[in-house]
């Protein structure tokens, strides 16, 4: 019995299971966002979902209850699973950036610098196997997206609050979670760039993503700290670059 196999494939299982459910809830999510499921609709039943995703009913179950648990959906006993009306959220401070302003882009920059290095630095010294393992799971992720066309920015903050739950101090994940998707404006900086394709400008990326993660799993904080501030910092020159093309 090959034993270091098992424990391959049983460490496999639960990493696939978990990209399962995420991209079965992922699409649902999207349907609702675009308005293919109104409030009020029912989803399509437990059995149609399966069949249409070719994933379990333990798959399903999963991703409907991330859906419930971010207020998308509400099962009724004996019914089914309808969408909700949607929540309508007072934008807290760090919510009301305008990605059209790249001012604005610099000036959220130049926080998550201050507060991401430490973060790194501290995982770096910190973090348990498990914690390495979902660095390099999101990190994976960006490149599978990337790789596929898709966008990449809710992988891109999937794997800077891997990162900040690796400093095992959980004030870094509020705070990184206060800021929300707008912690992660990549699209306005594709979309203007004119000195590098998307190809290059992704493969640039994830090589910076990969040293930050590389310098945790080493345990060299100094390391990490340092590939932090070269992401964060080059993010800053590259919106300034895109300042200067249209002054």
């Not at 979902?49 to 994933?55: D, G, I, P």
């Not at 130049?110 to 790194?120: D, I, K, S």
């Not at 870094?172 to 760039?193: C, M, T, V």
């Amino acid at each position: 019995m090959n034993l270091e196999g098992t424990t391959m494939a049983q460490q496999a299982a639960p990493r696939g299971k978990r990209n399962l459910v995420a991209s079965v809830a992922g699409s649902l999510r999207m349907r609702i966002s675009e308005g293919a499921f109104q409030p009020g609709d029912k989803l399509p039943s437990e059995s149609q979902l399966t069949a249409e995703f070719s994933v379990s009913r333990t798959v399903v179950r999963e991703a409907i209850a991330t859906l419930r648990a971010d207020h998308l959906v509400e099962p009724r006993q004996g019914a089914g699973v309808f969408v909700l009306e949607p929540v309508q959220e007072v934008q807290r401070p760090f919510q009301i950036v305008d990605n059209a302003r790249i001012s604005q882009i610099l000036e959220m920059l130049e926080l998550r610098v201050a507060v991401e290095m430490e973060a790194a630095y501290l995982a770096a010294t910190r973090r348990s196997p498990a914690q390495e393992e979902a660095i390099y799971e999101a990190e994976a992720e960006i490149r599978q997206r990337a790789a596929l066309g898709e966008a990449t920015s809710e992988a891109d903050l999937t794997f800077h609050l891997a990162i900040a739950d690796a400093s095992n101090n959980p004030r870094f994940r509020e705070f990184l979670e206060l800021l929300g998707i707008a912690l992660i404006p990549r699209a306005k900086l594709q979309d203007d760039s004119n000195s590098r394709s998307p190809e290059a400008y992704i493969a640039m990326i994830s090589g910076e993503h990969r040293a930050i993660a590389d310098a945790i799993a080493a345990g060299d904080a100094e390391a990490a700290r340092d590939a932090m501030r070269l992401h964060l910092k080059g993010s800053q020159e590259r919106y300034r670059g895109m300042i200067r093309e249209t002054a």
